[in-house]
C-alpha cells in the first residue's frame, strides 16, 4: 500500500467493526428484537442491512491511494500558496 499506515489501519479496523456487528444486526431483524429508540420495522431492516456493505465501500473510497494523493497534494499547493503570499 502506498498510504500512510494510520490510514489503512483505520479503513481496516472500521471494515472489521462493521463486519462483526453484521450478525446481530441480522439476528435483530430475523427474531424482532426491539431496543428503544431504535426503529424496528422492516423497512428499516431492509435498508439497514444492505447500507453496511455501503459503509465499508465509503471507508474504503476514503482512504484508497488516489484520495491521498490528491489530499497530500493540496495541502502541499496550499502550504506553496501561503508561502509565496506572505
Known amino acids: 500500500f ?5 490510514s489503512v489501519l483505520t479503513f481496516i479496523r472500521n471494515a472489521i467493526l462493521l463486519i462483526s456487528v453484521y450478525p446481530a444486526n441480522i439476528n435483530m431483524a430475523i427474531n424482532h428484537i426491539h431496543l428503544d429508540h ?45 508561502e509565496k503570499n506572505a
Request: charged letters at 20%; hydrophobic letters at 40%; a negative charge.
Open 38 to 82: 431504535v426503529p424496528d420495522g422492516d423497512w428499516f431492516q431492509a435498508i439497514r442491512l444492505p447500507f453496511q456493505f455501503v459503509l465499508i465501500a465509503w471507508a474504503y473510497w476514503y482512504t484508497k491511494p488516489d484520495q491521498q494523493s490528491k489530499l497530500t497534494e493540496s495541502i502541499s499547493e496550499g502550504d506553496r500558496i501561503t
Open 2 to 6: 502506498s498510504l500512510p499506515f494510520h
